[in-house]
């Protein structure tokens, strides 16, 4: 069946794709047999990104680089999206489930007039169609949807497919079309930066850290940022400690907050939830803290300590200091 497979580039606004970026690649190449396209609308593109979505295995680059994409407003990239689109064809529009791209996806599909699978899990070639997998009812049942007609469009969970297989030297041919970029409706004002905690972002994160109920208050993730600073790890949270109001929702690992699949997740006061677990069972190595040796999350832990998180963290984080700063 003829037409590519497109993802959409979700970058770090400093001219790089997000790491997320090569789980959509990765995904739409094995679905489409290597028949993928990236398309890049940023008003500040790399040749490091550039080089970065061949490697990943994109065989063209849609390269729309104008300083009205940004800040990113859907009233602006949606019509020039779609105009590609009617003039390319594609079998398929992929974007990660980023802030931006929840967003726009949905509004391309409806201009399309064709149907979207959000925040699909897995996915299937049948014959010459596409199936989808998505989690329905809050997680508690997973749906298979599929389209009545192309171009199929998705949004991908992150964290949950795998990433592509780097192609050192593979390029991708880069074009720039021209489009109509539509004037924007809405007036930028201003822009507030959260203030860093200086630690990895959750989701992007080799080493994860997580606090739950155990931690006691909002006061105690202090250890664990130390902690995070000494290992480079961020530092997230259960639905009990957002709950409490002790982290904002951001911060949530599991089925109703982010899913991670960091190289080492370490769990501090956390009981290991199905929820939880949800978000995070697909960490290579796992690390439990819990006073409680019953507690469920050693049931998946690849190591345990068993003992109070106050004397634990502290004595963690000065043994990594230790062996670190030699
Ligand atoms: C529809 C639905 C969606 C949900 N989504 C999510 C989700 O996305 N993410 C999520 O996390 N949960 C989610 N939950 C909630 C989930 O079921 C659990 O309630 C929650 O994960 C429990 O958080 P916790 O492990 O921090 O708390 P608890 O289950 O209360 O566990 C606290 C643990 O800390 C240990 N502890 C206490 N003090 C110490 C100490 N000093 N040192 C060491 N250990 C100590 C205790 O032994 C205990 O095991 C969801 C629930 C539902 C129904």
Redesign the pocket.
């Known amino acids: 069946m003829a037409g590519a497979f497109w993802c959409v580039v979700e970058d770090d606004r400093q001219g790089l794709p997000k790491k997320v970026m090569s789980e959509v690649i990765g995904e739409a190449s094995r679905l489409s047999g290597g028949q993928t396209e990236a398309v890049w609308i940023t008003d500040k593109a790399s040749e490091a990104g550039l080089k970065q979505l061949g490697e990943w295995g994109a065989t063209k680059v849609w390269l729309l680089e104008n300083a009205a994409f940004a800040p990113y407003r859907g009233e602006v990239w949606v019509p020039v999206l779609a105009e590609l689109v009617a003039k390319e064809s594609p079998r398929a529009i992929f974007g990660p489930v980023t802030s931006r791209q929840r967003e726009m996806i949905p509004r391309l599909a409806a201009k399309l007039g064709v149907g979207l699978s959000a925040d699909s899990v897995a996915f299937a070639m049948e014959g010459d169609t596409l199936v989808a997998t998505r989690p329905v009812y809050?997680?508690?049942l997973l749906s298979k949807v599929g389209w009545a007609k192309t171009p199929w469009i998705a949004t991908l969970r992150p964290n949950v497919f795998r990433p592509a297989d780097v192609q050192e030297g593979k390029t991708a041919q880069v074009e720039r079309p021209s489009v109509t970029i539509p004037p924007a409706a809405m007036k930028f004002a201003e822009r507030r930066e959260e203030v860093s905690t200086g630690l990895p972002e959750l989701t992007e994160a080799e080493t994860v850290i997580s606090?739950?109920?155990?931690?006691?208050g909002p006061e105690n993730y202090v250890i664990l940022e130390e902690l995070g600073r000494v290992i480079g790890a961020a530092v997230g949270?259960?639905?009990?400690?957002?709950d409490a109001g002790w982290r904002p929702h951001r911060f949530?690992?599991?089925?109703?907050?982010r899913t991670i699949s960091p190289k080492l997740y370490l769990g501090?006061?956390?009981?290991?939830?199905?929820?939880?677990l949800?978000?995070m069972r697909t960490s290579k190595v796992i690390v439990a803290?819990?006073?409680?040796p019953e507690?469920p999350?050693f049931k998946i832990a690849d190591y345990g300590i068993v003992?109070?998180?106050?004397e634990?963290v502290p004595e963690l984080t000065k043994e990594f200091k230790k062996l670190l700063e030699k």
């Open positions: 809050a997680g508690k606090g739950g109920r155990g931690m006691k949270a259960s639905r009990a400690a957002v949530q690992i599991g089925q109703t907050g501090f006061g956390v009981s290991g939830a199905i929820q939880h949800a978000g803290i819990n006073k409680d507690a999350i003992g109070d998180l106050f634990v």
